[in-house]
Each structure stands twice: as structure tokens, then as C-alpha cells.
């Protein structure tokens, strides 16, 4: 069994015979080639005669859709949390410069 599934970047798909899920990355046209991002991060490219031999169908993102991009930090995942005071946002670097060399001390 083959796929007619059009890589499409920015979605989700499962191997329907290893129970993965991988997101696709980047669809180049131009050298007819796909790169996907397995949930454990490896990265891979396949050209479009590999693609469409994959037993593969459009799925939803997991629950814990981060996995592949590394993200761990919650400021990666666009809210609004952060240990920086917003008093020292605009401060200037020379600022924090002197407070940590006079902490070494």
C-alpha cells in the first residue's frame, strides 16, 4: 500500500504501519523533495518517489506537540511567562555587566 497523501509543510502525519507520527518540515518542489521532523527530533529528507511509497495518512498533532522542536522553555511556546522582571527589559547590558562582576567578588 502507497500513499496519494500530498506532503503538505506545517502538518502532521502517522506511519500507518510503525504507529508514528512525523511533521512535515519543508516541501521543495524544485528538487521534488520532502523534509520531515520525527517526534523524537531526527530530521529527515525523502524525495516524492519515497513519499508516496509510505503508508502514511494526514493525523492530528500530539498532545504534546513541542516534542520535535525542542522547545522546553514555556517563553518558547508564546505566552506571556518569564522570569524577567519587566523592569529590567529595557535596561541597559553594561547594567547587568556590573552587578555580575561585582558577584564574583
Not at 523534509?35 to 518517489?49: C, P, S, T
Not at 498532545?63 to 520535535?68: L, Q, R
Request: hydrophobic residues 30%; aromatic residues 12%; contains cysteine.
Amino acid at each position: 500500500m502507497s500513499t496519494a497523501t500530498y506532503p503538505i509543510a506545517g502538518n502532521w502525519y502517522c506511519h500507518l504501519d510503525k504507529g508514528q507520527r512525523f511533521f512535515v518540515v519543508v516541501v521543495d518542489e524544485d528538487t521534488r523533495t520532502v523534509e520531515i521532523q520525527h517526534f523524537d527530533g531526527d530530521v529527515e529528507e525523502l524525495d516524492f518517489a519515497t513519499w508516496y511509497q509510505l503508508e502514511i495518512e494526514p493525523c492530528e498533532a500530539p498532545e504534546n506537540w513541542s516534542g520535535p522542536f525542542d522547545i522546553d522553555n514555556p517563553d518558547d511556546l508564546g505566552t506571556e511567562i518569564t522570569d524577567t522582571k519587566p523592569s529590567d527589559w529595557n535596561a541597559p547590558l553594561s547594567e547587568f555587566e556590573s552587578k555580575k562582576n561585582t558577584s564574583k567578588e
